[in-house]
C-alpha cells in the first residue's frame, strides 16, 4: 500500500468511528435530556407565582420568587417534615449498621449451632416477597399502640423507625459478612494476645477495618429510608410526625392548587439525596449492583 | 482468634439485637398474617369470627376486582420488561464503548432510580395534567392539539401513563446492572472474534447475549417482582382510577384493609399474590445457582 492509501484508509477509519459516536450521541442525549427535565421543571416552576406557574412556560421564570421556599418551609411545614425525615434516616441508619456488623461478624467469625440456618432465614427475606405483609405489620404496631392514634409521639416515631431497621438488616449482613471474611484473621490474634476482648477486637479492630463496607450500607439504607413512604402512610396521621415523602403526599392532598409550594417542597425533599448521589454515586451504584447480581 | 468454645453464648449475644427485631417484625407478621386470614375481622373488634378458607375463596373466585388489578400490573410489567430493559441495555452497551461523556450519561440516567416514588408520580402528574401539563403544551405547539387530553385521567391512557412514568423511572436501574455485566465480559473475546471475521451483529449475539444472560435473568427477575409490587406511583397519580383502570394488586390490599376495614381478606389476597410471586423469586434462585 502506497502512503497515500494508508492515510485515507485511516482516515475513512476515523471516520466512521466518528459518525458511529455521533449516532450513539443522537441516541443518548435525548433520553439523558428526558431524565433531567422534569427536575428542572419542577426547579423552574418553584420559583413561578400560582398565576403565572400555569401561562409561564419559560425554564427561567422573569421574577423568580425564592420567598416560596421560606413559605414551604414554614406555611406548608416541609421544615417539620424535612428535620423529622433526617432524624428517622439517622436512626435507621445507626440502627441498620450497627445491629448488622454485630451480626456479620458473629456469622463470619464464629462456628456456632444453627448458625447457618440462621443466616439463611436471614438472607431469604431478601428474595421471599411478603406482599401482604403491610397488613400483619399494621396490626402488629396497632397492638403494641406503635401506631400513630393520639398516643405518645415517640411510640408512633418507634412504630415508623423499628420495622425500618428491620427491614434493612438482611442487606446490611449480606454485604458486611463476605467483607469480613476477607479480614485476615491475624489481626485479631494479636489484639487477643494484647488483652482485647471480643467486644474489644470488634470495636477497635474490625469496624475501622470494615468502614468502606459499611459506608456502601449506610449510604444505601439511607437513601431507602429517606424515600419510604408506605409505613409512613400506614403509621403517621399528625403532621408534626410526618417525614418528608409522607406530607409531600398530605400536602398535595390538601392543597391541590398551591403548586409552586408542592414543587418547593419536592425540591427540598430532593436536595438531600441528589447531593449524597452526585458525590458518592460510585459508592451507591456499587453496593446496589453487589446487591442484586451477587445474590 | 476469639475462638468460640461450643455452647459458647457470646455470638448469640451478637446476633440478639438483629434477631430480636427479626422475631417480631418479620417472622411473627408473617404468622399474623396466615392466621388472620382465616378470619373475618374488622382489625379493631375483640373477637374474630373464624371463616376457614372462605376469604381463600372469595379472592380466587369472587373478587373480579382484583384479578383485574393483575392483569392491570401484569401490563406494566411487561412493557417494563421488553421497552424499558431494551433500552436500557442498549444504553449500557452505548456507554460500555467508552463514549465520551459516557460518565455524564452514566450520572443522568441514574437519577430517576434514586428519586422517591412520590417525587416522580408527583411531578409527573402536573407534566401530565390535563389543563396546566406542559405535556399538553408541547403537544399543541407542535400542532397535535387534537391529541392533548387529561392522560392520567382518561381510562385509555390511563394506565400507559403509569407505566411510562414507572420505565422512567427504573430504566437507569436496569443500565447500571446491565453495564456491570458489560465490564466483566473481557475485551479480547470481541477483538478475536473480529479477527475470525464476525461482524457486529453476530458479534452481539454470540458473545455479548450468552456472557451477559445470568444478568439478564437476574434484571427480568428483580423487574417482575418490582413492577407487580408498584404502589407508591399509583398512590401519588391515580389512587387506581379512573374508575378501577390502574389498580394494582396493592392498592386493591390497601382498599380491603383501609378501606373497607377487611383485614382478613386484605391477608387472603396478600398471600394469593405473595405465592405467584415467590414463583417467579424461586426461578430467580434456581437460574442464580445455575449460572454461578
Redesign the interface.
Known amino acids: 500500500m502506497t502512503k497515500a492509501a494508508v492515510s485515507v484508509t485511516l482516515f475513512t477509519q476515523r471516520a466512521r468511528q466518528w459518525v458511529g459516536?455521533l449516532g450513539?450521541?443522537l441516541?443518548?442525549l435525548p433520553?439523558?435530556l428526558?431524565?433531567?427535565f422534569?427536575?428542572v421543571?419542577?426547579l423552574s416552576?418553584s420559583l413561578k407565582t400560582q398565576q403565572t406557574?400555569?401561562t409561564d412556560?419559560r425554564i427561567i421564570p422573569v421574577t423568580p420568587h425564592f420567598e416560596n421556599y421560606l413559605r414551604a418551609w414554614v406555611q406548608g411545614r416541609f421544615g417539620t417534615y424535612f428535620l423529622n425525615s433526617l432524624l428517622y434516616t439517622l436512626i435507621v441508619v445507626v440502627g441498620v449498621v450497627?445491629?448488622?456488623a454485630?451480626?456479620a461478624?458473629?456469622?463470619s467469625?464464629?462456628?456456632?449451632k444453627g448458625?447457618g440456618v440462621?443466616y439463611k432465614i436471614?438472607l431469604s427475606?431478601m428474595?421471599?416477597?411478603?406482599?401482604?405483609?403491610?397488613?400483619?405489620?399494621?396490626?402488629?404496631l396497632?397492638q403494641m399502640g406503635l401506631i400513630d392514634q393520639g398516643s405518645g409521639q415517640w411510640m408512633a416515631r418507634m412504630g415508623y423507625i423499628?420495622?425500618q431497621?428491620?427491614?434493612g438488616?438482611p442487606f446490611g449482613?449480606f454485604i458486611l459478612k463476605p467483607f469480613f471474611d476477607g479480614i485476615p484473621?491475624e489481626l485479631?490474634?494479636s489484639a487477643?494476645v494484647d488483652g482485647c476482648g471480643?467486644l474489644g477486637?470488634?470495636w477497635h479492630i474490625m469496624l475501622p477495618l470494615a468502614r468502606p463496607a459499611l459506608g456502601v450500607v449506610a449510604l444505601l439504607t439511607s437513601?431507602s429510608a429517606?424515600?419510604e413512604?408506605?409505613l409512613a402512610?400506614l403509621v403517621f396521621s399528625r403532621h408534626e410526625l410526618m417525614p418528608l415523602?409522607r406530607g409531600?403526599?398530605a400536602f398535595?392532598g390538601a392543597h391541590l392548587t398551591e403548586?409552586p409550594l408542592?414543587?418547593a417542597g419536592?425540591v427540598i425533599?430532593?436536595v438531600p439525596?441528589?447531593v449524597i448521589?452526585?458525590v458518592m454515586?460510585r459508592n451507591?451504584?456499587k453496593g446496589?449492583?453487589a446487591g442484586?447480581?451477587k445474590? | 482468634?476469639?475462638v468460640?468454645r461450643t455452647g459458647?453464648i457470646?455470638?448469640?449475644l451478637?446476633?440478639l439485637?438483629?434477631?430480636i427485631?427479626?422475631a417480631?417484625?418479620?417472622v411473627?407478621?408473617?404468622y399474623?398474617?396466615t392466621h388472620?386470614s382465616l378470619f373475618e375481622w374488622d382489625?379493631i373488634s375483640v373477637t374474630k369470627q373464624f371463616v376457614g378458607l372462605s376469604n381463600y375463596w372469595n379472592v380466587l373466585v369472587h373478587d373480579p376486582v382484583f384479578w383485574t388489578s393483575f392483569w392491570q400490573a401484569g401490563y406494566i410489567t411487561v412493557l417494563a420488561l421488553t421497552f424499558q430493559n431494551a433500552?436500557a441495555l442498549?444504553?449500557a452497551m452505548?456507554?460500555n464503548?467508552n463514549?465520551?461523556?459516557g460518565g455524564?450519561?452514566?450520572?443522568?440516567?441514574?437519577?430517576?432510580p434514586?428519586?422517591?416514588?412520590?417525587?416522580?408520580g408527583?411531578?409527573?402528574?402536573?407534566?401530565y395534567d390535563g389543563?396546566?401539563g406542559?405535556f399538553n403544551?408541547l403537544l399543541s405547539r407542535m400542532g397535535l392539539g387534537a391529541w392533548t387530553r387529561p392522560w392520567l385521567a382518561d381510562p385509555r391512557t390511563a394506565l400507559t401513563a403509569v407505566a411510562i412514568i414507572h420505565m422512567?423511572k427504573g430504566f437507569?436501574?436496569g443500565f447500571?446492572?446491565f453495564l456491570?455485566?458489560l465490564q466483566t465480559i473481557p475485551e479480547e473475546l470481541y477483538e478475536a472474534a473480529r479477527v475470525d471475521g464476525a461482524n457486529a451483529w453476530e458479534r452481539f449475539w454470540r458473545i455479548t447475549i450468552p456472557l451477559l444472560l445470568?444478568?439478564c435473568v437476574?434484571?427480568s427477575i428483580?423487574t417482575i417482582?418490582g413492577t407487580m409490587?408498584i404502589?407508591?406511583l399509583i398512590?401519588?397519580t391515580t389512587n387506581g382510577g379512573p374508575g378501577y383502570h390502574t389498580e394494582v394488586?396493592?392498592t386493591r390490599?390497601?382498599s380491603s384493609?383501609l378501606g373497607s376495614s377487611r383485614?382478613g381478606y386484605?391477608?387472603a389476597?396478600?398471600?394469593v399474590?405473595?405465592l405467584t410471586?415467590?414463583f417467579f423469586?424461586l426461578l430467580?434462585?434456581k437460574f442464580?445457582r445455575k449460572s454461578t
Open positions: 459516536e450513539w450521541h441516541f443518548c433520553i439523558a428526558t431524565c433531567v422534569p427536575l421543571w419542577m416552576s406557574v400555569f412556560y450497627g445491629m448488622a454485630l451480626a461478624y458473629a456469622f467469625r464464629f462456628k456456632f448458625s440462621l436471614l427475606t428474595l421471599i416477597p411478603i406482599p401482604g405483609s403491610f397488613v400483619a405489620l399494621y396490626i402488629l396497632n423499628l420495622p431497621i428491620n427491614g438488616l449482613v484473621k485479631e490474634e487477643e471480643v477486637v470488634f437513601l429517606w424515600n413512604f408506605l402512610y415523602q409531600l403526599l398535595h403548586y408542592l414543587m419536592m425533599s430532593i439525596i441528589v448521589y452526585l454515586q451507591i451504584i446496589i449492583t442484586a447480581l445474590g | 482468634m476469639p468460640a459458647s457470646k455470638p448469640y451478637f446476633i439485637p438483629a434477631f427485631l427479626f417480631i417484625f418479620s411473627y407478621p408473617f399474623l398474617l388472620t382489625g433500552l442498549v444504553l452505548a456507554v464503548r463514549l465520551t461523556g455524564l450519561y452514566r450520572t443522568l440516567f441514574f437519577l430517576p434514586i428519586l422517591s416514588e412520590i417525587v416522580v408527583l411531578i409527573w402528574f402536573w407534566i389543563n396546566f406542559i403544551a422512567w437507569g436501574w447500571v446492572m456491570a455485566g445470568p444478568v437476574v434484571v428483580l417482582l409490587q404502589f407508591g398512590i401519588a394488586p396493592i390490599i390497601f384493609m383485614f386484605a391477608c389476597q396478600g398471600i399474590f405473595g410471586l415467590l423469586s430467580q434462585m442464580q
